[in-house]
């Protein structure tokens, strides 16, 4: 049974940092593509960045790029994401996703999905 579980979301005011990890068990690497998303109160899930778990290509929304970046650590079977200079727009709630061999930012595409974990940025 694959369970992904996302943690380091909290509160920060606007310029600070987080870095989320996501931790993935009973699920194999594949070509494709893990990634992050979030979802605003009364907004749609949007994709935030992804990672192509094969040769590690990145990608992002042009909304984050240059201030995060995501990682994976294949031993640890873990992604990260750290986001600096956060701004207020950045809230919501974090969801890792697994297993997508679609364009990233489709979240229909990801066979797995995390609980999510909440990043708040104050101004």
């Known amino acids: 049974q694959v369970q992904l579980v996302e943690s380091g979301g909290g509160s920060v005011q606007a310029g600070g940092s987080l870095r989320l990890s996501c931790v993935a068990s009973g699920y194999t690497y594949r070509r494709n593509f893990m990634g992050w998303f979030r979802q605003a109160p009364g907004k749609e899930r949007e994709g935030v960045a992804a990672?192509?778990?094969?040769?590690?290509?990145?990608y992002y929304a042009d909304s984050v790029k240059g201030r995060f970046t995501i990682s994976q650590d294949n031993g640890k079977n873990t992604v990260y994401l750290q986001m600096n200079s956060l701004k207020p727009e950045d809230t919501g709630m974090y969801y890792c996703?697994?297993?997508?061999?679609?364009?990233?930012?489709?979240?229909?595409?990801?066979?797995?999905w995390g609980q999510g974990t909440q990043v708040t940025v104050s101004s």
């Open positions: 990672i192509y778990t094969d040769d590690g290509r990145t």
């Open positions: 996703a697994a297993d997508s061999s679609q364009r990233w930012y489709y979240d229909w595409g990801y066979n797995y």
